[in-house]
């Protein structure tokens, strides 16, 4: 909830830069947030699993 209402004031206050209003603003900025949170640990597994795909994989081939 608190992070919620950060992104929401981040993106407020990008928004007003242009001098109009920042509802839009503040809006986006909350969906990225919700966004991130659900992207950026998904990212990770997948990266790691890649990560370790690779390692075992070039591990066979200088084995043999």
Do not use: Q, S
Not at 2 to 19: F, L, P, T
Not at 35 to 62: N, S
């Amino acid at each position: 909830m608190i992070g919620d209402a950060i992104a929401g004031w981040i993106g407020n206050r990008i928004d007003r830069a242009d001098g109009e209003g920042g509802a839009l603003g503040a809006i986006a900025g909350v969906l990225t947030w919700k966004a991130a949170k659900k992207i950026v640990p998904a990212a990770i597994v997948i990266g790691g699993a890649a990560y370790a795909w690779h390692h075992f994989t070039r591990g066979r081939e200088t084995a043999a």
